[in-house]
């Protein structure tokens, strides 16, 4: 059963990020990488299930750990250890969720306001584990994703 709506979705996702910044103590509406490996797993729990129950398991936390994992991601890599397979399945999670548009032949990182507008346009449904958005893509570190879904599995998610 799908529930979101646009505008409920847009409410949604900007609360989660509200949330996240509260909960982890940031002045930012997205955390660093320490607070992305400290964030409260019951917390993170809460908000995995309250998107998985409101969106008919179509996104959530959860739903984009799997499709980390679906596009040749691994989990708790020591930095030593990335390769160059790390790095170019690295790429494949956001084109995999609408968060990269490379079909215009130019690659290109979809910016919030795009990225809801492809969203209005095309259908909230269109990108499964599009949402939340702009918690990690937004972090100084670039491989903010590998340590957000590290916590994710350790947390149970």
């Known amino acids: 059963m799908k529930k979101l709506h646009y505008s409920r979705e847009l409410l949604a996702n900007h609360l989660t990020c509200f949330v996240f910044a509260q909960l982890g103590c940031s002045q930012k509406p997205w955390l660093s990488t320490l607070q992305l490996k400290n964030f409260s797993c019951a917390d993170l729990n809460k908000i995995d299930n309250l998107w998985l129950q409101n969106s008919g398991g179509y ?7 799997k499709i980390w ?27 995999a969720i609408g968060w990269y548009d490379d079909t215009k032949g130019n690659e290109t990182w979809l910016s919030y306001e795009d990225f809801m507008q492809s969203i209005k346009d095309r259908g909230i449904f269109s990108f499964r584990g599009g949402l939340p958005l702009g918690l990690w893509r937004q972090t100084e570190s670039e491989r903010s994703w590998f340590v957000f879904f590290s916590r994710a599995a350790n947390c149970k998610i």
Do not use: M
């Open 69 to 95: 994992l679906d596009t040749g991601n691994r989990l708790a890599i020591k930095p030593k250890d990335w390769n160059e397979n790390d790095t170019l399945n690295y790429s494949h999670f956001p084109k």
């Open 59 to 65: 996104f959530g936390f959860s739903v984009q750990k």
